[in-house]
């Protein structure tokens, strides 16, 4: 008797939450808030999710379907991040945001046979702009290889167009992240007449002693980073060490957040580093999330990163999620849409500064449009520089587009070069 | 001078000087390690957790308040106070008493007679414990650390190098200030273990257990001082460290450069530790100098390893360590 009437409890909470589960649209993240890259993943994480939480309580959600949120934590761990993917890949998840290069590899080839679109921001396997291989992966609004063609066209213009006899050190770090801009800096080497080092540093990246003695040595006119966590804040301390002048030292937008820059003090004054979106919290959109989201207590994690930078490209990260959820919904005339369908609101996704302005974020992030033949978007970037007097970023310049001719070339070799190896043909989707 | 010869001298220095920053780390394992034969896993993460809590103190953040705010829905973060460094340095001595105390309590005490390996999962589980409480207890973010060390690069090095041989020298002054404290708590441990009753009782315990324990040596006292001393060792490695490049999760990690330094000097021995500290410091520093060319760099973490490898091979026990003879 009581194992019946246990039964009808189970049944009856099932035919209770089966519904709710169905109605909703799942946005898992896949953060890390834990381990030595715990100070990169949480901001991020935070505005991913508060963006997530100011839709629903602003909007009810997307065409009046709840957002359901989920995190798995993967302290940047690739195995980790994996097993996360295996937790998530049967709960409908709509996109995946790994914030992780290595877990993105990882995932590409599961993602592709279990039909679950991924956004790497910024970040992942460059040559996934090529939707006709990676159909479903997108990583606009920009790549690594964008990036450092922006820095370089941003130090183009600093040297009346020409960066012939100078010389250039990558100082990365030695994972798969890391080297991906090591192609695309030779290439343009070869072309701008720059002399290109390449500095690796091992994991975490705690200590580059060796590393700076010999930048030291080199006396070059510029270093580029390529660093995430430890090593960002590490590299920009011994650098104000050996008196490196830091308007000469400009990081990637993974080497350009607050937790880089604020340990160091005043030594970091002047450093540059890429912006993929704005900074600071004068844009609109931070007053409906002080509003429904800050203020009635619902904030993600502790509420204390609200307007950094690495807060702003999780929520910026979100508001492309809930874009292309709204364009999937309108293709397919459903509100309650499926994996697929999200790859295909992805997949026709267009970005406008009209739109912008509409969601409270002028001039934040560029405009752009996605197409099977471009999945990464426009790839500008502006610079912005660190003010350690009044401890905040400052953009310097407008959208910098980066060389997309010679990108592309390269994008094209490196995705067939996969499809071949996997015994694809390229193909659009859509 | 030939520029080849002065930038290996140079690297040189900067060995010396990162050796010293490595063997404070080894330190701490080497105290518990001759004292009670544990080897304690969690020395990185205590020294990540006795610097969180010292920046904590410093900028007067209420402990716990992010579990705080999550229960009761306030708004706690700071007592709106700032604590001077010279009093939040003792406060932090003392939660590092505090917790060598916990440790006696609840896992030494109950592990007496184990097997060193049972002793040795027990750190393991203790550093995750005390990462998980220290993220609870001060957040995870990147935090900055500053006791007033001077930090960047030595001018009078740089001037007196450069009188000589026409070429200044780089070195950190941080790292020349780390190498006078090593030598003063070098120094001081020599003079505690020597001339002290407790130091004493500490070396007498790490001699012979039993034989302490008959002549009245209360066990439990002496490990509970062992783990104060260690905790502040760690203090010392985490103020140094943490002025380095901030006080966040990754700054555990820095025991994992501490284990070649005790496979080199040995487990039991302080000398030892420092002279590992130099060895490791000095070898990393000129081997990524010659062979960067070569390999592109970032040699520093696994050549260590590979030093201590190839010196597991000739002498196990290191250059200072008890040599261990079973007699079957």
Redesign the interface.
């Known amino acids: 008797m009581k194992m019946t009437k246990l039964a009808a409890t189970v049944a009856a909470t099932m035919m209770v939450s089966a519904p709710v589960l169905a109605d909703t649209l799942h946005f898992p993240n896949l953060s890390y808030?834990?381990?030595?890259f715990?100070?990169g993943g949480?901001p991020f994480a935070d505005g991913y999710a508060d963006y997530f939480t100011l839709i629903n309580e602003r909007d009810g959600g997307i065409g009046g379907v709840p957002i359901r949120y989920t995190e798995c934590e993967t302290a940047y761990n690739t195995e980790r991040g994996v097993e996360c993917y295996q937790s998530v890949r049967g709960d409908s998840p709509l996109v995946l945001q790994p914030l992780s290069t290595g877990i993105t590899y990882q995932l590409i080839p599961r993602t592709m046979e279990d039909g679950i679109p991924m956004h790497t921001m910024g970040y992942g396997r460059t040559s996934a702009v090529n939707g006709e291989v990676f159909n479903w992966t997108f990583n606009y609004p920009a790549n690594y290889w964008d990036g450092a063609s922006v820095i370089i066209n941003y130090l183009l213009g600093e040297n009346d167009g020409s960066l012939e006899d100078k010389k250039i050190v990558l100082l990365y770090h030695?994972s798969a992240y890391g080297r991906e801009p090591i192609p695309t800096l030779t290439r343009l080497a070869e072309r701008h007449g720059y002399e290109l080092l390449?500095?690796?540093?091992?994991s975490?990246?705690?200590?580059q002693?060796?590393?700076w003695?010999?930048i030291?040595?080199e006396r070059p006119d510029y270093v580029v980073m390529w660093g995430w966590?430890?090593m960002n804040?590490?590299a920009i301390?011994e650098a104000?060490?050996?008196?490196f002048p830091m308007e000469n030292f400009i990081g990637v937008w993974w080497s350009g957040s607050q937790?880089d820059v604020?340990?160091?003090?005043a030594?970091a004054d002047g450093y540059k580093a890429l912006a993929m979106h704005g900074t600071g919290m004068d844009y609109p959109i931070y007053d409906d999330l002080q509003q429904y989201v800050i203020e009635p207590?619902l904030y993600a994690g502790?509420g204390?990163?609200v307007g950094t930078v690495l807060y702003s490209r999780g929520m910026y990260a979100a508001m492309l999620a809930v874009e292309a959820a709204k364009v999937a919904q309108e293709i397919h005339g459903v509100a309650n849409i499926t994996p697929a369908m999200m790859r295909d609101g992805m997949a026709n996704l267009e970005i406008t500064e009209e739109l912008m302005v509409e969601l409270g974020l002028p001039n934040f992030g560029p405009a752009f449009s996605v197409a099977c033949e471009n999945h990464g978007g426009s790839g500008e970037a502006m610079i912005q520089q660190w003010d350690a007097s009044a401890q905040e970023w400052n953009l310097i310049t407008d959208w910098i587009a980066p060389d997309r001719e010679m990108i592309m070339e390269m994008v094209m070799d490196d995705s067939l070069a996969f499809a071949a190896e996997n015994d694809m043909t390229p193909a659009c989707m859509n | 001078m030939p520029d080849t010869l002065l930038f290996a001298m140079e690297a040189t220095l900067n060995g010396l000087t990162a050796g010293v920053m490595y063997a404070l780390v080894a330190l701490g394992f080497v105290l518990i390690f001759k004292a009670s034969g544990i080897f304690n896993f969690a020395q990185g993460v205590m020294a990540l957790f006795a610097a969180l809590t010292l920046v904590g103190f410093q900028s007067g953040q209420i402990p716990f308040s992010h579990l705080i705010n999550a229960i009761f829905g306030t708004r706690l973060h700071h007592f709106g106070w700032n604590m001077p460094t010279l009093l939040a340095i003792p406060a932090t001595v003392a939660v590092m008493i505090l917790l060598a105390i916990l440790v006696e309590r609840f896992i030494l005490k109950h592990l007496i007679n184990q097997e060193p390996i049972i002793l040795f999962m027990a750190t393991i589980g203790l550093a995750y414990f005390l990462e998980g409480v220290g993220d609870i207890m001060w957040g995870a973010e990147v935090k900055a650390l500053d006791v007033g060390l001077p930090k960047g690069m030595s001018d009078t090095v740089d001037e007196l190098t450069f009188n000589w041989f026409g070429y200044g020298f780089f070195i950190d002054r941080l790292e020349i200030w780390a190498a006078g404290i090593a030598a003063i708590l070098v120094a001081s441990l020599t003079i505690f273990s020597q001339y002290t009753k407790q130091g004493r009782a500490l070396r007498a315990v790490a001699d012979d257990h039993q034989a302490a324990l008959s002549v009245g040596i209360s066990l439990r006292f002496i490990w509970v001082l062992t783990w104060s001393i260690a905790g502040i060792v760690a203090l010392v490695a985490g103020i140094m460290w943490g002025s380095k490049s901030g006080v966040q999760f990754s700054l555990s990690l820095i025991a994992l450069k501490a284990l070649p330094v005790l496979i080199l000097g040995g487990f039991t021995s302080i000398p030892g530790a420092i002279v590992g500290g130099l060895i490791i410091g000095v070898g990393e520093k000129l081997f990524d100098f010659f062979m960067q060319p070569i390999v592109g760099g970032a040699t520093e973490n696994w050549f260590a390893y590979m030093l201590a490898l190839v010196f597991l091979l000739f002498r196990p026990q290191g250059l200072f360590g008890e040599k261990i003879i079973e007699r079957v």
């Open positions: 808030r834990t381990g030595p715990a100070a949480i030695n390449t500095i690796g540093v091992d975490p990246g705690q200590e002693g060796s590393q003695l010999q030291r040595r966590g430890v804040p590490t301390q104000a060490n050996i008196r937790q604020l340990p160091v003090g030594g207590g502790t204390d990163e």
